[in-house]
């Protein structure tokens, strides 16, 4: 079978919300918010918890006589995951579109706990060299591979099982992210805060990984518990779906890569915040913590009823809201912040980032699922939002702490959010201009 023909609205079509629902389809729905939370949980879990402890895991992985090319080897391999991201999606996101959404959600469960594993087991540099680099190496990109297909299969699994409310239903994987970020956030404060500093490197940092671990059988069993959509069930299907969308859908895919921009740099910035606080402005490594801890309780508490909003405005209208706005207040946040880099300043910055992010995030999966036809969904709405991670929001980290190492200008970060902010406005201005999208 072939795409939808050009000009043909591709998003699956909404139902009102005052149309009666059957308990079986809002059953459903809800099992598939769980499912798809847990999975987009652990991905971020392991994540947030790498790059909160980048300076741990420097010293451990990378030593040397230069702490800064250490941090920046650590976040080399965090960015080099990235690019293998765009591959997964394509990959296991054409596996999806043609063999099912939930099978390929079991498989992406899968690799994903086999990167955690690896973390959580990896020795160190002082056990065997510079092997132990190649292992945290290999085990970023066994993740990096799976979540690039995390995203794309829950948001499209979520979309085509939700009755009604997409943009909704589809926000609570964002809103699983808050979980994560506020978890990490919290395993970091509590091992910075009660262990000591021989404990936390020897063998402290591990325990987040391991928690990582012990979800992943959860996932597993609740998606071996799932139906298979009706939309994928009954409607056509595209025999190529990669050469599908890298053909017909590549302008929507582009434009949609561009739309994740701000969400997957407000993520990072968040991210970010722990090292840049630590190593740049002196701030005790438990304060910054904190900070992701309430990023993570407002993106938890307030994506939901951003969802809601979206559903009733439509999610490009309130993604342009946010993304204005975090062109308007990036400067002045972060001027701000190395102005007077005390405790209440960071964590203020923080949650304004939080608050921007949950109004942006929240109505992205539905945006990006209204963009392309059934047939070749998985696939590219994966091959859209891994480019947009991986080129605007993956490589943050790296760039950023290149940057005030080279320069050290400390205002790299608010430029960075505002050449992206940029970039996502534009991408939304030609999303806005197509059929099927508001």
Known sequence: ???????????????????????????????????????????????????????????????????????????????????????????????????????????????????????????????????????????RLVQGFSAGAEFGTATTFLIETAPHRKAYYSSWQVASQGVSMFLASAFGYALFTYLSEEELYAWGWRIPFIVGVLVGPVGLYIRARLSETEEFSQGPREHAPVRSTLTRHLGRVLAGAACVGVATISVYLILYMPTFAVKSLGVPADAAYLGGAVAGLVTLVGVPF???????????????????????????????????????????????????????????????????????????????????????????????????????SLDSPSLYYMGVAVVSLAGLWYVRGQDGVR
């Open 306 to 408: 951003v969802g809601r909003l979206a559903d009733r405005v439509g999610p490009a209208r309130v993604m342009t809201w946010a993304a204005a706005a975090a062109l308007l207040l990036a400067w002045p946040l972060f001027r701000a912040l190395t102005s007077s880099p005390t405790v209440p300043t960071l964590v203020l910055v923080i949650a304004v980032l939080g608050v921007i992010m949950a109004f942006y995030f929240a109505p992205l999966p539905a945006l990006l699922t209204s963009l392309y036809p059934g047939e070749v969904r998985t696939t590219a709405v994966s091959t859209a939002y891994n480019l947009g991670v991986t080129l605007l929001g993956g490589i943050a980290p790296l760039v950023l702490t290149w940057l005030i190492d080279r320069t050290g």
């Open 1 to 139: 079978m072939t795409a939808t023909p050009a000009g043909t609205p591709p998003g699956p079509p909404a139902v009102p919300a005052a149309v009666t629902v059957s308990p079986e389809r809002i059953a459903a729905a809800r099992k598939a918010v769980i499912s798809s939370s847990i999975g987009a949980a652990l991905e971020w879990f392991d994540i947030i918890v790498y790059a909160s402890f980048a300076v741990v895991i420097a010293k451990n992985f990378f030593p040397g006589g230069d702490a800064g090319l250490g941090l920046i080897l650590t976040f080399a391999t965090f960015a080099i995951s990235y690019l293998v991201r765009p591959l997964g999606g394509l990959l296991i996101g054409g596996y999806g579109d043609r063999y099912g959404r939930k099978k390929a959600l079991t498989l992406t469960l899968l690799l994903m706990m086999a990167g955690t594993v690896l973390m959580a087991a990896a020795p160190t540099h002082q056990a065997i060299g510079a092997w132990a680099g190649l292992i945290i190496l290999v085990s």
